[in-house]
């Protein structure tokens, strides 16, 4: 497994990478994984997983790209000192040098046969297009994307639409294979909520609506923003709980300010992923709102982990999010439409029973169809599809 991630670094990204290495373990692999070393000490070791790690530089932003090139000594020892099955790499730009690299490599002899598995989350064009890329930055993330994914033998995507889409964009669909994200149901677990709102000094008589997550402009956190007023007329008590940290914080409070709602809302910070668990268990709501990137369609880690802790979702009705309404899991609301948001937010705080009954089929969904376990099983069926049916 080759990566780009920080496994000191407590986020979401590396709890998934965390997750799939240790599934991988568990089904009997013996799993060496390649990681920029750390710089806050390296994680806890993992039964059946072998780190090794390559240098990290962190400043300047320039320097940081070399943590890609850094790796290829790393990446040609382990494969030459032990052939591996398949090589999973999670998808960044540079991500195409070390492909590039590998697509060499396993023309040895010794390395034919060697299957490279690409992991695609998202489409860095469309993301980095809402963020104000210029027009040549897009054209070579694009040229990248599609490069990775032509050298890759199988391609994981989270959603059909971003299959659709690098069909579109002339790569095979043979392929590529839908797997969704997933979420460890070991670790988001329901708990107490009064026990979790002490443990962060909330308030525990009363009703949160909640969100967890990166704070960038496509979380729709200000459509959330505009609904407060509204439900706060209906519901006495109501507070809006908002974790996690990134480039929209500020201008957030300062529109929550400007709303004249700063007093309902409560802005966590950044939250380290170990503790998200009593974040999301305070939620008497859990709410996923997306704006823009719908081409694609979505696969948000927060819904599994709300989901897995027990907590009913309202979330925006746009590809990808469809299991939270079909599931019974919660309920679904017009994007970018704040006085529909506002709707489900007050229907669902008004009705406890019904609260209960979604949080109960959200935790047994999570269970049976949500986990790393359910994701990792998947990856490998489809690696053993390729290689004649090897690992079924």
Not at 278 to 287: E, K, L, P, S, T
Request: charge should be positive.
């Amino acid at each position: 497994m080759i990566s780009y991630v920080d496994l000191g670094e407590s986020t979401a990204v590396s709890a998934h990478f965390l997750g799939l290495m240790r599934e991988f373990a568990r089904l009997g692999f013996a799993v060496q994984v390649i990681l920029p070393r750390p710089r806050r000490g390296p994680p806890q070791e993992l039964e059946g997983v072998t780190f090794h790690w390559t240098p990290n530089p962190q400043r300047p932003h320039l320097l940081s790209l070399l943590r890609f090139p850094l790796q290829l000594p790393a990446i040609i020892k382990v494969c030459w000192r032990c052939p591996p099955a398949f090589i999973y790499l999670r998808y960044a730009p540079l991500v195409s040098l070390e492909l590039w690299a590998l697509k060499w490599l396993r023309k040895l002899p010794r390395l034919r046969g060697l299957r490279l598995v690409l992991e695609v989350n998202g489409w860095d064009p469309d993301e980095r297009k809402l963020s104000g890329a210029g027009a040549f930055k897009l054209w070579l993330l694009r040229r990248l994307h599609l490069y990775s994914a032509r050298t890759a033998d199988l391609i994981r995507v989270v959603t059909p639409g971003l299959k659709e889409l690098l069909t579109q964009e002339g790569i095979e669909p043979e392929k590529i294979f839908v797997a969704g994200n997933g979420t460890d149901v070991e670790r988001f677990l329901p708990l107490d909520k009064a026990q979790a709102r002490a443990a962060l000094g909330l308030e525990p008589d009363n009703l949160y609506v909640g969100f967890i997550g990166n704070l960038a402009r496509w979380q729709g956190v200000d459509l959330l923003l505009r609904s407060v007023e509204q439900v706060a007329r209906s519901v006495p008590g109501v507070k809006f709980l908002i974790g996690g940290g990134g480039p929209e914080l500020e201008p957030l409070k300062q529109l929550a300010r400007e709303l004249g709602v700063a007093a309902q809302v409560i802005f966590s910070g950044e939250v380290p992923h170990e503790r998200a668990s009593f974040y999301i268990n305070c939620f008497d709501i859990g709410v996923a709102l997306k704006v823009g990137l719908s081409r694609i369609g979505f696969s948000p880690l927060k819904i599994r982990d709300y989901a897995a802790c027990g907590v009913p979702i309202v979330a925006s009705r746009v590809r990808g999010l469809e299991m939270v309404e079909e599931q019974g899991m919660g309920l679904l609301t017009q994007p970018e439409d704040p006085e529909a948001l506002a709707e489900a937010l007050i229907k669902l705080l008004s009705e406890p029973e019904l609260r209960l009954a979604m949080g109960r089929r959200a935790r047994a969904y999570a269970e049976g169809e949500l986990s790393w376990r359910v994701v990792a099983e998947e990856i490998v069926r489809q690696v053993g599809k390729k290689a004649g049916g090897r690992y079924d």
